[in-house]
């Protein structure tokens, strides 16, 4: 059940890029801390991911939050959950900033592995 979960979160992400055209991909990071809860999940890289949203003012920021809200939450959730066990790194297709104790970081919509 996991691998088809995985299947169509793959095809949704490839079939949806071209509606995010405005957006961007983070490049790919190593996973350091995952945080879940109060509505979201953020993903801590291990070096700074790209930030096309320019959240953080510099082009780069360590996190991608990504809200409980995201259509293909439990998916990504199930992916960055594999890569962080694997060692394997993450890249993810943002759109905007959302906000997390005060400071603003790249909304994730799609990872890719």
Known sequence: MKVV????????????LPLFAASATTGYVEIKTIRAGGGFLRVIGKTPFNDPSNCGGSGTNLSVIILESTKSYKEIVSIVLSARMSGKKVQFWVNGCTTDSGSQFPSGLFVYL
Not at 5 to 16: D, Y
């Open 5 to 16: 979960n995985v299947i169509v979160a793959i095809t949704l992400m490839t079939i949806s």
